[in-house]
């Protein structure tokens, strides 16, 4: 069964950079899709990016792209999200996610294509 962690959140300014990293157990991580969702103070969990298990394929929501960049390590099992330009919007807890489809090269959008979830790491920006 594979596990996640995420570290990197904090406290930034706007316009600052975070990385948040998620660490995952368990080969079976090699062979799944992974994303990264937040959910925000009174709002719904949404989507913000996700990459195939290759690495080949990547997706954004139209709110990040141009300032977030997903990528992975499958040698240090371990997914990356690059924060650019940030704004005092993105504040919310960040969650890393593990797709349930090991037969596909997909990059899922959707909350219910994924089965293991980590603990989440609160990002605040500041205005």
């Known amino acids: 069964q594979v596990q996640l962690v995420e570290s990197g959140g904090g406290l930034v300014q706007a316009g600052g950079s975070l990385r948040l990293s998620c660490a995952a157990s368990?080969?079976?991580?090699?062979?799944?899709?992974a994303g990264w969702f937040r959910r925000a103070p009174g709002k719904e969990r949404e989507f913000v990016a996700t990459?195939?298990?290759?690495?080949?394929?990547?997706d954004y929501a139209d709110s990040v792209k141009g300032r977030f960049t997903i990528s992975r390590d499958n040698a240090k099992n371990t997914v990356y999200l690059q924060m650019n330009s940030l704004k005092p919007e993105d504040t919310a807890v960040y969650y890393c996610?593990?797709?349930?489809?090991?037969?596909?090269?997909?990059?899922?959008?959707?909350?219910?294509?994924?089965?293991?979830w980590g603990q989440g790491t609160q990002v605040t920006v500041s205005s």
């Open positions: 990459i195939s298990r290759s690495g080949s394929s990547t």
């Open positions: 996610a593990a797709s349930r489809d090991y037969s596909t090269d997909s990059s899922p959008r959707m909350p219910y294509e994924y089965n293991v």
């Open positions: 368990g080969r079976t991580f090699l062979r799944a899709a």
